[in-house]
C-alpha cells in the first residue's frame, strides 16, 4: 500500500515539476510578447504621430495652392483684358490711309516747315497769293502734326501698356511656378502619408495578432495554475496520509493560498518542491 502511495507521490511530484516548468516558460513568452507589444505600440505611436504631421502639412500646403490658384486665376483675367486693349492700341496707332502710304514725316520735319514758312511770312515781302498759300500749308501742316503728335502718345501708352503686360505676365508665371512646386511638394507627402498608413495597417495587424497571443498564453496560465493547484492539493493530500508529520507550517500556509486561488510565488513553489522532496 506504501509502495502505491509513494509512486503515487513521485508521479504528483513529476507533474508538479512539469506543470511548474511549462508555466515558467510560458510566462517567459508571455513577458517577451509583452516586450513585441510595447516595441509596437511605440513604433505605431511615432506612425500615428508622424502621419498627422504630414496630413497637417499637406493641408496647409493644399490650402496655399487654392489661394494661389484663385490668385492666378484673377491675374491671367487681368492680362487677357490687357492684351486685347494692347491689340486694339495698336491697330489704332497708325491710320489706314497711312499704312497704304507707308511712313510719314517726322513731327521735327515738319516744325521745322512750319517754322520756316512763318519767318517767310514775317520777314519777308510775300505776295498775297504767295502768303494764302503758306498760310494754307501752315494750317494743313499742323493738323498733320496735331495727328502725329496724338500717334506718339499713342505709341507712348502702347509701350507702358506692353511693360504692364510683361510686369503682370511675370507675376502671374511666378504664381504658376509656386504652384507647380507645392503641388510637387504635396504629392511627395501623399505619397509618404500612403506609406505610413500601410505601416500603421501593419503594426496595428501585428499588434492584434500579439494582442491574440497573450490573451491564448493567459488562458493556458489560468489552466497551467489550476492544474498545478489541483495537483498540489493532490499531493498535499496524500503526503498528510503517509507521513503528516513531515508537512512543516510553512508548506500548510503555501497550501492555504492555493486553496484560496491566490497566485503562488517562486519561493512558495521552492517550498512545496523542498517539502515534496522530503516525501
Not at 486693349?85 to 497708325?94: C, D, G, H, I, S
Not at 498733320?144 to 502718345?153: F, Q, R, S, V
Not at 500601410?198 to 496595428?204: F, H, P, T, V
Request: charged share 40%.
Amino acid at each position: 500500500m506504501e509502495s502505491e502511495e509513494q509512486l503515487k507521490l513521485e508521479q504528483l511530484k513529476k507533474g508538479i515539476h512539469d506543470l511548474s516548468t511549462q508555466l515558467r516558460q510560458l510566462g517567459e513568452e508571455k513577458e517577451k510578447k509583452y516586450k513585441e507589444k510595447e516595441t509596437i505600440d511605440k513604433n505605431l505611436n511615432s506612425y500615428i504621430k508622424t502621419a498627422k504631421d504630414l496630413r497637417d502639412k499637406k493641408a496647409d500646403i493644399d490650402k496655399k495652392v487654392r489661394e494661389m490658384k484663385a490668385q492666378r486665376e484673377i491675374l491671367n483675367k487681368e492680362l487677357k483684358a490687357m492684351f486685347a486693349k494692347l491689340a486694339e492700341a495698336k491697330k489704332n496707332l497708325m491710320p489706314v490711309s497711312d499704312k497704304k502710304k507707308g511712313p510719314r514725316e517726322s513731327s521735327g520735319q515738319l516744325k521745322k516747315q512750319i517754322d520756316a514758312m512763318q519767318y517767310a511770312i514775317e520777314t519777308e515781302g510775300l505776295s498775297f497769293e504767295r502768303e494764302q498759300t503758306y498760310m494754307d500749308k501752315i494750317k494743313r501742316m499742323k493738323l498733320k502734326l496735331d495727328e502725329i503728335e496724338k500717334e506718339g502718345a499713342g505709341f507712348r501708352d502702347f509701350k507702358l501698356l506692353k511693360d504692364e503686360i510683361n510686369k503682370k505676365k511675370t507675376a502671374a508665371d511666378a504664381v504658376h511656378a509656386e504652384i507647380q512646386k507645392l503641388a510637387v511638394e504635396s504629392s511627395s507627402i501623399f505619397k509618404e502619408l500612403s506609406a505610413k498608413s500601410e505601416g500603421i495597417s501593419k503594426a496595428k495587424q501585428e499588434k492584434l495578432a500579439l494582442q491574440e497571443g497573450l490573451k491564448g498564453r493567459k488562458s493556458e496560465i489560468e489552466t497551467l495554475n489550476q492544474q498545478l493547484s489541483d495537483t498540489l492539493n493532490e499531493w498535499s493530500k496524500v503526503s498528510k496520509e503517509t507521513a503528516p508529520a513531515a508537512i512543516s507550517r510553512k508548506p500548510e500556509d503555501v497550501m492555504g493560498k492555493l486553496k484560496s486561488k491566490k497566485k503562488l510565488t517562486k519561493e512558495d513553489i521552492l517550498i512545496m518542491q523542498r517539502s515534496m522532496g522530503r516525501n
